[in-house]
């Protein structure tokens, strides 16, 4: 039997500059008045810095904004500038259409699943981008049933307790928050103990921060080991896939707008929704009407699955200081288990036997890394990377 294709698109906004944040300064930025001004510029790396005459409005320095807090340019007096960070051909995902005719949606499609976006996009400030396609179900996969955990001390065994999830991995990344969140004091002779570059810590900052960093990837075991035990998935397999994912730091957000310490992406989220009914009871009424999660996932409206997937995604971009930010997480570890246990059924409908390998590699690498029995070389890759954490 073939199975009917449902075609995604997505409505975008159209490329713009976007401007993040304005600085008016007599002196160099720090660290500090950057942060204040601007916040924690999350993916810095695709932003730039200008330096605007506020008397002619002329750009007169424009460089990447991976220098910032330093300004590299010849700026006097520096009160005569104003300093924007701009983010370049900035996009928003406005609103996902599926159908199952391969063509461009019309506009009375448009106007029937994103009917809030309509007019932008008749008036051409929206854009229409093609995501790929999926097969299309005409009824919920069964429920399916996870294999027993053996004990034993294996990454892929249950262990006695808790207390056996215990890591000291040295993540840089990790270090490099905690010394930016001012958690730890880096013993660096003055200097701020951070590459520059990709903001991680440098090997003095990392050294000043491995005390924390320790505590900080095992304040989650006793969580983890209980989530794990609730889906029957493998307690150390599912720390080692979050070491990788998020490094531990519940303010992780990934190039594609991957969220919470499994870095779910919104695909990611659709597969976890359709392949564990529990975590779609548990999220669809915090979306959807209630009367409305009667029906399966699968079966759900394209608008309604989107609100679910949402709310699920959601609840894994927590708010505040750090340290509540972990409490937080700390409370969704069952939705990180469920979403890894749901990856598990995925695998094994794509490979026709389930595997923990073959999960983690569609995982991070999708349904084409399984194919024809072989794992494609960055699953296999993946799979070295969590399992030796």
Request: charged share 15%; aromatic share 8%; with cysteine.
């Amino acid at each position: 039997m073939i199975a009917t294709l449902i075609y995604v698109w997505y409505l975008l906004t159209v490329p713009t500059d976007k401007l993040i944040c304005s600085l008016w300064v007599s002196q160099a930025p720090n660290n500090a008045a950057l942060v204040s001004a601007c916040g924690n510029l999350d993916h810095r790396e695709r932003m730039i810095w200008r330096a605007v005459n506020i008397q002619t409005g002329e750009v007169t320095c424009e460089r990447p904004a991976s220098e910032l807090p330093a300004l590299n340019c010849s700026l006097v007096p520096l009160d005569h500038y104003r300093i924007e960070v701009v983010w370049p051909n900035y996009q928003e995902i406005s609103c996902a259409l599926s159908q199952t005719d391969p063509g461009t949606p019309d506009q009375a499609s448009i106007n029937s699943q994103c009917p809030e976006q309509a007019s932008d996009y008749a008036s051409g400030n929206l854009i229409l981008k093609f995501a790929g396609s999926r097969p299309e179900d005409a009824a919920p996969p069964p429920v399916c049933p996870m294999p027993p955990l053996n004990s034993g001390d294996g990454v892929y065994e249950l262990p006695a307790g808790s207390q056996d999830l215990q890591t000291s991995t040295p993540y840089a990344l990790l270090a490099g928050q905690l010394i930016w969140y001012g958690l730890v004091m880096p013993q660096c002779d003055g200097w701020s103990g951070l590459d520059p570059t990709t903001h991680a810590a440098d090997a003095c900052g990392l050294q000043s921060a491995m005390p924390k960093v320790i505590s900080w990837q095992n304040q989650f075991d006793a969580a983890i080991y209980q989530a794990a035990l609730t889906a029957q998935v493998p307690p150390k397999l599912l720390k080692g896939l979050i070491g990788v994912e998020s490094q531990f730091w519940p303010f992780a957000v990934g190039q594609l707008g991957e969220m919470g310490l499994v870095q779910l992406s919104d695909v990611g989220a659709d597969i976890a929704l359709l392949y564990s009914p529990d975590l779609y009871a548990g999220y669809c009424s915090k979306g959807a009407d209630p009367a409305d999660c009667q029906t399966p996932y699968a079966l759900l409206a394209p608008s309604l699955q989107a609100d679910v997937r949402d709310a699920l995604r959601a609840s894994m971009t927590p708010t505040g200081l750090p340290e509540q930010a972990a409490q937080d997480s700390n409370g969704e570890m069952v939705t990180y288990a469920r979403v890894l246990a749901a990856y598990y059924c995925y695998a094994g409908e794509v490979t026709g036997e389930a595997s923990w390998n073959s999960t983690l590699a569609v995982y991070h690498a999708g349904a084409e890394c399984v194919k024809n029995g072989q794992i494609c070389q960055a699953g296999t890759d993946y799979i070295d990377q969590v399992i030796k954490k």
